[in-house]
């Protein structure tokens, strides 16, 4: 056979046929599937080219959202996803029907629900991207920034007109990292809101029930149908509360673009990796890219709107909790146990917030999800679920990090009585209650 042996590693292997092996280029192409199914050889050159192609194509803005889209895909169908099934798309209708109803009796917030869906992976990537590049866009935006300023001067008058092309190349890395994470991102989340931020459109309730039957398997004697209604009880309440508090929707995703958008990167640094690089040095190159020549390091204002953010997150999280803690108490035996597998999912930082956190360069968690439900539970109990909800009329009445310090104490007048009289406060809570902004009875500046 051409002399060619059988012994892995040895001659004549493919991986003995991969030039690139060893080098940043190896990486770079198996993510793009290059090397095809084996992963060894050669690469497939002409699908390489198609995909560099692809990356490189003109585009509006610092990504290219069709390469990160193809990638997604690409990515979320090395497992399996199955078309969603009629059968599917009713049981998840019918749940979110049922935890409305449920709902109505926890809140005065009405549904937040206008439409049910239920997606493959593929359908969570496409319905959900457009919420993704507000997110991620300020941080690639800030990277390829930082990359241009980092370069040497003297580099960058040899350069000329390849500084646009360096800065095409940043933004294709990003695209293949964004679209990776996707796609990962893809097979773990559990419903639109699953991360505590609204991806999806507004007033859709959807959920994932290939994830949520994997999800499922993982809690033992608990029915598939008790998790599918559990996890559409939290949908829905997200649902409701972002509908019934109409500033915070925003409030969360500009948060999270602000932060990327201010993201701080050590040019210093960037610079002095990039004059130690030997282009003819395929090892050193390696070594400086995984060496965290893009590492950002969060300034002293962006830490401060981390933990406000965290906060906020987590009063988000502690409200569903609280809600739907509520709805089941006496509905549904199994809830206690579905709770607490979901408060560890979420604080803990599974795969999903992983995956954000590379996407963005933010790990959005909320820690403090269990002081957080402990607050709005405490507070419903002592003053009522009006009072409950009132304090989401204006995010300057939420709860602060002392406040989870001390959950039990957070009373009346930790809503700002000297700003606010009780009949302001009524009528605000009026007013966002009958779908207003929560400003009626609040004085002007």
Same mark, same amino acid.
């Given at each position: ?46 699908? /390489? ?85 507000? /997110? ?53 989340? /559990? ?97 400086? /890219?995984?060496?965290?020549?893009? !590492? ?116 009346? !007048? ?11 406060? !009524? ?19």
């Amino acid at each position: 056979m051409d002399g060619m042996s059988d012994t892995p590693g040895g001659p004549g292997t493919p991986d003995d046929n991969n030039p690139f092996k060893g080098t940043p280029f190896e990486q770079i192409f198996s993510q793009m599937g290059g090397f095809g199914a084996g992963g060894g050889g050669m690469p497939d050159l002409n699908a /390489l080219m198609s995909q560099m192609q692809s990356l490189f194509a003109p585009h509006d803005g610092p990504v290219n959202w069709d390469t990160v889209l193809d990638l997604a895909r690409r990515a979320a169908a090395q497992e399996p996803d199955p078309t969603v099934s009629a059968a599917q798309s009713g049981a998840v209708a019918d749940a979110v029907r049922l935890a409305d109803h449920w709902l109505d009796t926890t809140t005065e917030f009405p549904s937040g629900v206008s439409t049910t869906a239920a997606w493959s992976r593929a359908e969570w990537i496409v319905e959900t991207i457009d919420v993704w590049k507000v /997110l991620v866009e300020p941080i690639a935006g800030s990277a390829t920034a930082a990359l241009g300023q980092a370069m040497p001067e003297e580099m960058r008058q040899l350069a000329g007109p390849l500084i646009a092309m360096l800065g095409k190349a940043s933004g294709a890395m990003v695209a293949n990292q964004v679209g990776s994470g996707l796609g990962a991102l893809a097979g773990d989340v /559990l419903s639109a809101s699953d991360i505590g931020l609204p991806l999806g459109p507004i007033g859709k309730a959807a959920l994932l029930p290939t994830n949520v039957e994997a999800f499922a398997a993982e809690v033992p004697d608990v029915t598939t149908d008790d998790v599918l209604l559990f996890l559409a009880l939290r949908e829905a309440a997200h649902q409701r509360l972002f509908a019934g508090v109409p500033w915070l929707r925003d409030h969360l995703i500009s948060a999270v673009a602000e932060y990327g958008a201010g993201m701080d990167f050590d040019t210093s640094a960037m610079e002095e990796k990039m004059r130690e690089i030997d282009l003819s040095n395929p090892a050193a190159m390696q070594d400086a /890219l995984s060496g965290g020549l893009f !590492d950002p390091e969060p300034s002293a204002a962006q830490k401060a709107a981390l933990e406000k953010l965290e906060v906020t997150l987590a009063l988000v999280e502690g409200w569903v909790d609280e809600v739907v803690s509520q709805a089941t108490a006496e509905r549904m035996p199994a809830a206690t146990k579905l709770q607490e597998t979901v408060r560890r999912r979420r604080a803990a930082g599974g795969p999903a917030e992983q995956t954000f956190a590379t996407l963005v360069g933010l790990e959005l968690r909320p820690r403090r999800l269990r002081d957080a439900s402990t607050l709005w539970g405490s507070l419903r109990t002592r003053q009522g679920a009006e009072a409950r909800d009132g304090v989401w009329m204006s995010p300057h009445l939420l709860p602060t990090a002392a406040d989870l310090d001390d959950p039990l104490g957070f009373r009346e !007048d930790s809503v700002s009585p000297g700003q606010l009289s009780a009949e302001d406060f !009524d009528a605000g809570l009026r007013d966002l209650l009958d779908g207003g902004d929560g400003t009626e009875g609040r004085p002007t500046e």
